[in-house]
């Protein structure tokens, strides 16, 4: 495997779900959260331990993403910012769009040094967003707030789930997004897991159309599109460059860069909100815990995270693509469909070139 795809000494994001106390009804929730704290999260001591031992990781740090639930929640979130600040940590927020979410606390989240924020859009209005936020006036919230962030220069991600349900709204969400003034569109390919599992996903195929739709959006300007638990947009993106004539070299603006590789386990790391290590929000099995055991060393060296981050044990399709390193697929996606963490993502349609054809 290419050395610069394996990130075996350190994640490039974490994500800590600070809570999983949440005001919204989110059919589509991870964390199927409430409106109250659990008692065994991390209270604010074990917080602030969690972000020193995170140090450990060293320089170059990963990026620290402070997600929910609705990090809002929490009482001391400005001290844990300050915290993982002043450790040299860049920090992200991922807040939900509550009466919390006022434009003083947005103020506030820039003057305290967090690079960027994610506001959640799942529908082009208010109809569709609120059903499957489980609230209404959501979406109304999401874009005071969006404009806000553009009001104090705070960049702002908007977050976008791709469900049947979302599908046919995705151009529209989009335009949404751009006029907005998003720096990034980044979409959510459910996996089903917490509430997720009430929905219905796309088919391999009509993934496989809006890859291309997305291309094409992205020419045209607007946010950098990114998506999450769908790493085989990057071959998507590689094949159309050789097309084009223009070979891995020249990539499309947004999808690959520094993207390449990462997935479930293999440049990510997720903390729960009780201080369980996993590959990914969306990927249920645990390395260890953070009360307990050094975060840096469950990801450097635990049996999940070592056997993630190896292409050559995946199986299936996965196991025999040409494109297993940049890709890789869904990790969680895969374990969801199978049991298996390491079996082929059934998102993916495509039929790896036979090996013998690839000299």
């Known amino acids: 495997m290419n050395a610069s795809l394996r990130f ?10 600070v809570t999983r106390a949440c005001d919204l009804a989110c059919s589509h929730c991870r964390a199927e959260a409430a409106p109250e704290r659990d008692p065994a999260e991390l209270d604010a001591a074990a917080g602030l331990r969690l972000i020193a031992n995170l140090a450990g990781f060293g320089v170059p740090l990963p ?17 844990l910012i300050a915290a993982a600040r ?9 807040p939900s769009a509550t009466p919390l979410l006022t434009a003083e606390v947005i103020a506030r989240l820039k003057v305290a040094g967090v690079e960027a924020v994610s506001l959640s859009l799942d529908g082009s209005h208010a109809a569709r967003h609120d059903a499957l936020r489980g609230i209404d006036g959501c979406f ?32 529209a969400i989009h335009r949404l997004a751009t006029d907005l003034g998003a720096a990034r569109w980044s979409l959510f390919f ?15 195929e009509a993934c496989e159309r809006l890859f291309e739709q997305l291309l094409d959006l992205g020419d045209r300007g607007g946010p950098i599109i990114t998506t999450t638990e769908a790493p085989h947009f990057r071959r998507v993106v590689l094949e159309r460059a050789r097309r084009a004539g223009r070979g891995e070299a020249a990539r499309p603006r947004g999808p690959m860069g520094h993207g390449a590789g990462i997935r479930d386990g293999n440049g990510i790391m997720f903390i729960s909100h009780t201080g369980e290590v996993h590959p990914s929000g969306f990927f249920p099995l645990s390395a260890g815990e953070t009360r307990t055991a050094d975060p840096v060393t469950l990801y450097r060296d635990s049996d999940l995270f070592r056997t993630l981050r ?36 059934p998102l993916c349609l495509y039929q790896p070139v036979p090996r013998q054809q690839t000299a």
């Open 63 to 79: 990026h620290l993403i402070l997600t929910g639930g609705d990090p809002l929640k929490r009482a001391d979130l400005f001290a």
């Open 190 to 204: 459910l996996v089903a897991v917490g509430r997720g599992t009430t929905l219905k996903p796309i088919t391999a």
């Open 140 to 171: 109304d919230r999401t874009l005071v707030a969006a404009r806000a962030c553009v009001a104090v220069g705070l960049p702002f991600q908007v977050n976008t789930l791709v469900s049947e349900e979302t599908l046919d709204d995705l151009p």
């Open 310 to 345: 190896r292409p050559e044990l995946l199986t299936g399709r996965c196991g025999r693509c040409e494109y297993a390193a940049p890709c890789g697929g869904s990790r969680a996606r895969a374990f969801a469909a199978t049991g298996d963490p390491m079996a082929e993502d």
């Open 86 to 94: 002043g450790r040299g940590f860049g920090v992200s927020v991922a």
């Open 8 to 17: 075996d000494r350190a994640p490039r994001r974490i994500y800590w779900e």
